[in-house]
């Protein structure tokens, strides 16, 4: 049986939706493609998967995207950092620390708060290492931060910085069922309310069927009154006066 392919980047966790598809599809497989962030949306044109779970923004050209939740921004640094003493951070803060920008990086903003590293990481991973190596700091997305969770790293939620937003993608042509039904889920529509794979053309067929009722009802029951009118008209038009009585 034909499958589901859904894409999701890093960070992203499409575990509860799976298991919901699971549930309410049990004999459609749903395969999990991660992907880097950068190619994701080429993965839905090119048709190599149904949807993706991504981080905008992208480049929407060819594609629909419905924005599904914010994540909150951190800063990653190690155990020891005087940073660790407070719950939560300001740019104002990093102000005199060495930070870090990935070429990866998924935030909407030319570079972090803080003295910037010139020389930039290839890759988020790559980043982690070397604020575990005491390099410099490094801001991003918290899913990404619990992503590559070091046991000598922390990290703290830092405020007036940009936000990732994680989105549901797929391509701009008509969605397949399959699309829909995942729809449904990702917005929390219910089993009874969410359209699965038979549900649409079921519901086509019924409302065709419905409409086709309404129409023979509809010519039966206009029949008999123009005919009952006609006999009337005729009745009347036809009837003989009633000649006087003679004296």
Do not use: C
Not at 2 to 20: E, H, N, S
């Amino acid at each position: 049986m034909t499958g589901f392919r859904l894409g999701y980047v890093p960070g992203v966790t499409p575990a509860k939706w799976a298991r919901i598809w699971t549930e309410r599809l049990p004999r459609v497989p749903l395969d999990l493609v991660q992907t880097a962030a950068a190619d994701a949306p080429d993965l839905l044109r090119r048709s190599e998967v149904d949807a993706a779970l991504l981080r905008l923004p992208i480049d929407r050209t060819g594609l629909h995207a419905i924005p599904l939740y914010v994540e909150q921004t951190v800063v990653v640094v190690p155990k020891d950092h005087v940073i660790t003493a407070a719950d939560e951070i300001t740019p104002d803060d990093l102000a005199d620390e060495l930070t870090l920008h990935p070429r990866d990086d998924v935030l909407d903003w030319e570079h972090p708060p803080g003295r910037l590293i010139t020389d930039r990481p290839a890759a988020t991973a790559d980043a982690i290492q070397l604020v575990a190596m005491g390099t410099g700091l490094l801001v991003v997305p918290q899913s990404l931060a619990r992503l590559h969770h070091r046991k000598d790293l922390t990290y703290r939620p830092i405020t007036d910085v940009p936000q990732s937003q994680v989105a549901l993608s797929w391509p701009e042509t008509d969605p397949s069922e399959l699309v829909e039904h995942f729809i449904g889920i990702v917005r929390g529509r219910t089993a009874n309310s969410t359209r699965g794979a038979a549900q649409p053309q079921q519901a086509k067929q019924a409302k065709q069927s419905s409409q086709s009722s309404q129409s023979r009802q509809s010519a039966a029951g206009s029949t008999p009154k123009k005919s009952q009118a006609s006999r009337k008209g005729t009745r009347k038009s036809t009837s003989t006066p009633r000649k006087p009585r003679r004296r």
